[in-house]
């Protein structure tokens, strides 16, 4: 294997061979020399720069062809030609051949090698750059089993470390990358990629799908068997159907089309809403169709997980988009992105969004076309530098390839009118009188973890300063008072926290359907704003007392001086 060093001139030398030999910029004269012979391509005279890229990485092997089908899947970092292009990326690996094969399933301990070697299909169903995946039997059930590539690990762990020296290399000499965090992005890229070379993390996501979903009428889950799965074997129950694009043979099966497009699209939308944990890559090769219109659902290598803080900016930029109100939708928007740009400018993305939805708002929400609305999202995050962390990213991807899907089976296919009783059944969860008490409950456990925590605090501060860890000088009656004012501080803005708590919930139970909740209103009201009461007492009285005080000690001092 290449050492480090000579992989990053490789890198180099197929990078200024397809024209992106603006990397060469920042090296060391002696390491820029060998490479400076390379006749650079000119990418308008032969392909287009897309191109070029997509060849440069199919050339560099499959970490850089992982790297270029992750980054198709975030239109919010690349150009939209960028992305269609890298989508296209072909794994060139070869297959494994059979007798490394069997002497790689021999190596795992805890497999079930022998079964599984007396009845493996020696041509592989599925080849890729990480493993390849054999049909084969095991304690008479047909599984497949996916076999790690031997020596993919070392191979892709060095080539992290050049990918990182590479972003740190371009960040600095490339003033256009900067407020893209490169070494960031790079750092997200060989988190997943590492999750990736370890099926044990897939069977794992698989398992829980398979729990979560336990039960449910319309979609099929393979099972994992443990027995013969490792970190470098994963072996699964096997899925066969139809392929959900073969619209021959589910016409064929009596299967209807249109019905197909709302369950899948109602697994998908119970993934995101009600467990927040879902398939990250829907892509047709993954779905397979049974004649009574079940789905079976398979490779769980790409899998998000959404917080309900998340599906709430979700649920709020949507509302926003489809009243026209683009000070809510900016408001959801800002809250999925990764972080806000520190020379944000709030008044032009407002009007930028406007523009957006302007043409989404005019028509009724049926009419509204996610793909469309989403690109023009990605789009606008684009222009003012906002980026969208992993998840988000695979959240946007996995709709717009189940809108995709749902318009194959059915032109007339309506993805907002599924969506939309999903996202009202999670609004109506996060205002009920269960969901409000948790969050108070929350800010009590907060509250008296903070005050349990304060004692230790305090002394650990008491320690550093005797210590001599801080350059203060302070005597002990004058420490007194700023601790004093610190912890009541603290309690006024506890207290403030529990007070916007309330309004909030409040605010939210007024809101909602009077019907829903029916004799909690006049309790909930009443115990709401006496809590109001009494904290908003509790903060004047608080703020009120120290001037109160310093007054009185003032005219007191005045008097004395009088006498």
Do not use: K, S
């Given at each position: 294997m290449l050492s480090r060093r000579e992989r990053l001139f490789q890198i180099l030398e197929v990078l200024s061979q397809h024209g992106f030999g603006f990397v060469l910029a920042g090296l060391k004269p002696e390491w820029r020399a060998p490479l400076e012979r390379v006749r650079l391509v000119d990418p308008d005279k032969l392909r287009p720069q897309p191109v070029h890229l997509r060849l440069a990485l199919e050339e560099l092997g499959p970490t850089f062809v992982k790297l270029g089908q992750l980054a198709s899947t975030r239109p919010d970092l690349l150009p939209q030609e960028y992305a269609r292009e890298l989508a296209r990326l072909q794994d060139s690996s070869p297959p494994i051949p059979p007798d490394r094969i069997r002497e790689l399933l021999e190596q795992e301990p805890d497999t079930a090698a022998e079964e599984i070697l007396r009845h493996i299909d020696p041509v592989p169903l599925a080849t890729g750059s990480i493993g390849q995946a054999h049909t084969a039997v095991y304690d008479g059930m047909d599984v497949v089993v996916k076999i790690r590539r031997p020596g993919i690990v070392d191979t892709v762990n060095r080539d992290l470390e050049v990918l990182r020296e590479l972003a740190v290399l371009i960040t600095r000499y490339w003033p256009g990358v900067g407020d893209q965090d490169l070494t960031g992005l790079v750092d997200q890229f060989a988190a997943s990629m590492r999750d990736e070379l370890d099926y044990l993390a897939e069977a794992r996501s698989t398992e829980r799908m398979r729990e979560l979903f336990a039960g449910h009428p319309s979609l099929i889950v393979p099972a994992v068997v443990w027995q013969a799965t490792s970190s470098r074997v994963l072996t699964t129950e096997r899925m066969s159907g139809m392929k959900i694009t073969d619209h021959t043979a589910l016409d064929a099966a009596g299967v209807d089309r249109h019905?197909?497009?709302?369950?899948?699209?109602?697994?998908?939308?119970?993934?995101?809403?009600?467990?927040?944990?879902?398939h990250a890559d829907p892509h047709p090769g993954n779905l397979f169709i049974h004649s009574d219109g079940s789905i079976a659902m398979i490779d769980f290598g790409m899998v998000g997980s959404l917080s309900e803080e998340f599906r709430d900016a979700l649920v709020t930029m949507l509302v926003g988009v489809s009243q026209g109100n683009a000070r809510r939708a900016t408001t959801g928007l800002l809250k999925l992105t990764d972080r806000a740009s520190e020379n944000l400018d709030r008044a032009a993305l407002d009007r930028d969004v406007e523009s957006m939805i302007r043409s989404h708002a005019d028509r009724p929400l049926a009419e509204v076309r996610m793909a469309a609305l989403l690109s023009d999202l990605v789009a606008c995050l684009r222009r003012h530098r906002l980026r969208l962390p992993r998840d988000s990213a695979l959240f946007l991807r996995m709709v717009i390839t189940a809108e995709s899907i749902g318009k194959g089976l059915d032109p007339d296919f309506d993805l907002i009118s599924v969506i939309r009783p999903f996202a009202r059944q999670f609004v109506l969860r996060r205002v009920s009188p269960e969901a409000l008490l948790h969050r108070v409950r929350g800010l009590v456990e907060e509250a008296v973890q903070?005050?349990?925590d304060s004692p230790d605090v305090i002394r650990r501060i008491m320690s550093v300063l005797e210590?001599?860890?801080?350059?203060?000088?302070?005597?002990?009656?004058e420490l007194e008072p700023l601790l004093n004012r610190g912890e009541r501080i603290g309690h006024q803005v506890i207290a403030g926290a529990v007070i916007a708590a309330t309004i909030n919930g409040m605010s939210h139970v007024v809101a909602s359907e009077p019907q829903?909740?029916?004799?909690?209103?006049?309790?909930?009201?009443?115990?709401g704003t006496g809590t109001v009461g009494v904290l908003s007492a509790y903060l004047a009285a608080s703020t009120a007392t120290p001037r109160v005080r310093r007054v009185v000690s003032s005219l007191r001092e005045r008097r004395r001086r009088t006498r």
């Open positions: 019905q197909l497009a709302v369950t899948a699209t109602e697994i998908l939308c119970q993934m995101i809403f009600v467990h927040g944990f879902f903070l005050g349990q210590n001599g860890g801080f350059d203060v000088h302070l005597r002990a009656d829903r909740y029916g004799r909690f209103h006049v309790p909930l009201m009443i115990g």
